[in-house]
């Protein structure tokens, strides 16, 4: 457990955070018709009649949204209802036309289910820390209103009218901000994993509904506020951050917190009161006569699971089973892209701990000076699995090994031949390195005589030399030896 704790004046407080996840379910098709759901398309281009809300048009459900709902709850082990319900949430609102929202309360189509986030001692997270995810539920997303287009009017924008989302509702497991972010950062990896959402929450794909309560250790629940529709990891703990100091200090003065909904500015990064919190009676929630329940039978299920990817705590296992550090584990199994890649690297029979060091630094170091992604990398895992040998074989030397990457990257040249054509291969000639240590020690008389005094250090300083002196090109095993030989 976190022991991120608020210091009142009272003493020490504990902070509760639960979050509900919206996350839009990649699809070409809405949730209840066949309009398109590209991001930055003109306004009012991807409204179907059903999303216009026009009299008489029934909604008709898509297979596909339901099937990415169920494999992200199978991601998350949880329980898949075969049997479920939509249900009509009603409000008026000028981005909802239709006066309700077809969501689902009393019968979701996901229930139970649990998430593992990654430890973190620095961030007091510990090993193992699981948050329990209370279910997932299907729904439709609302239009847009825009307010700066005109001085005096504002307009509507159905483009997101009708669009598939899943409601991911975490129980109130977490104890701190950075456990909410960690809860974010895996869930959102999950969802890239699965495919099921493209968890870009810059455009909107991914949105927390951040609910934080504070209370003193041991104490049952306080009351909890509920902040709408943060964008961003950073922003939700800023959020968590300012709410639960807000609340103390509320509470601590003789105040009482108010369950109501508010709003995050990222600009000054504080909360503001929005409207006082609904609850579900007032929506008048009920279910939804145009459309029947949804009943999943086994065929349907089985092809869900058997479609599932390898998750990134297996690959994790995996890739430290196979003699790689959790840090690179870690750092190569958190974006999908990267993980697809390193395992076309490993599938040529790459050793695995060789390739992860030289990924994480070589690869990612060089693909962030060019400024490109993992996808387009000029060098594909074929290519690198090349380089990796000729290091392997003891062809180059792991410093020679740069250069020709280095190389690589510019001409696009297969790492064999510019070994050859540039003279690169490693030499073990002895009597060629015996002739340059006895050059090395010859210029270095004055460290020659402090070595042989004691000063061992020294040793390093030689090998460097010799190295030098060979363009990198020596076995540096052969040159250790032989420098212990000649230093006696
Ligand atoms: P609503 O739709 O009314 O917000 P939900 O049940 O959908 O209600 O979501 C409640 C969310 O608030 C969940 O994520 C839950 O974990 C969280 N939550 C519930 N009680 C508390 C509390 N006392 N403090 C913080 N979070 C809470
Ligand atoms: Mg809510």
């Known amino acids: 457990m976190s022991d991120y704790r608020i210091k009142g004046e009272t003493g020490e407080w504990e902070v509760v955070i639960g979050l509900e996840v919206h996350a839009q379910i990649t699809t070409n098709a809405k949730l209840f018709s066949g309009a398109a759901t590209a991001f930055g398309a003109e306004p009012n281009t991807q409204v179907s009649l059903v999303d216009a809300a026009m009299p008489g048009m029934l909604p008709v459900p898509n297979r596909e949204c339901i099937r990415q709902a169920v494999r992200t709850g199978m991601a998350i082990e949880a329980q898949i209802n075969k049997w479920s319900r939509f249900d009509r949430k009603n409000y008026f609102y000028a ?20 998430l593992h986030v990654e430890a973190d001692e620095k961030a007091g997270i510990a090993h193992g820390k699981m948050i329990g995810i209370e279910r997932i ?40 901000p950075a456990e909410a972010g ?20 810059e455009e909107g794909s991914m949105r927390a509904d951040v609910n934080v309560s504070v209370r003193k250790v041991g104490d049952p629940f306080g009351t909890r506020t509920e902040t709408k529709n943060v964008n961003s990891v950073r922003f ?22 108010v369950q109501e909904t508010r709003l995050f500015n990222p600009d000054s990064g504080t909360t503001r009161t929005m409207r006082s919190k609904e609850d579900a009676h007032d929506y008048r929630y009920f279910p939804d006569p145009d459309l029947l329940p949804l009943e999943l039978d086994d065929a349907f299920l089985d092809e869900c699971r058997a479609s599932l990817p390898e998750l990134p705590d297996a690959k994790r296992a995996r890739y430290e089973a196979a003699g790689i550090s959790a840090y690179n584990a870690d750092v190569l199994t958190a974006e999908v892209e990267n993980a697809r890649w390193f395992d076309a690297l490993l599938e040529t029979g790459a050793e695995p701990k060789a390739a992860a060091n030289w990924v994480t630094s070589e690869l990612f170091g060089a693909l962030n000076r060019l400024g490109k992604s993992i996808e387009e990398s000029p060098v594909s895992p074929a290519e690198a699995a090349e380089l990796l040998g000729l290091v392997a074989d003891g062809t180059i030397s792991g410093s020679i090994a740069k250069q020709v990457f280095e190389i690589m990257l510019e001409t696009g040249d297969a790492p064999a031949k510019i070994v050859e054509e540039k003279g690169l291969k490693q030499t073990s000639d002895t009597g060629a390195i015996e002739k340059v240590i006895g050059e090395v020690l010859a210029a270095n008389a004055d460290k020659v005589e402090q070595y042989k005094g004691g000063k061992e250090a020294l040793f390093g300083f030689f090998v460097g030399q010799t190295m030098k002196a060979m363009q990198g090109k020596a076995n540096p095993q052969v040159v250790n030896e032989l420098l212990k030989k000649a230093l006696g």
Do not use: W
């Open 95 to 114: 981005d909802l036309p239709q006066g309700y929202q077809i969501s689902q309360l009393y019968h979701p189509l996901v229930g139970e289910g649990s």
């Open 137 to 176: 539920h299907v729904e439709q997303d609302a239009g847009k209103l825009m307010h700066d287009q005109h001085p005096t009017m504002s307009f509507v924008d159905l483009n997101r009218s009708g669009v598939a989302l899943m409601e991911i509702v975490s129980k109130p497991d977490m104890r701190s």
């Open 182 to 201: 960690a809860y974010l950062r895996k869930l959102r990896a999950i969802l890239r994993y699965v495919g099921s959402c493209d968890g870009n929450m």
């Open 236 to 257: 939700v703990m800023q959020t968590i951050e300012y709410e639960a100091k807000r609340q103390v200090e509320l509470i601590e003065s003789g105040g009482t917190v």
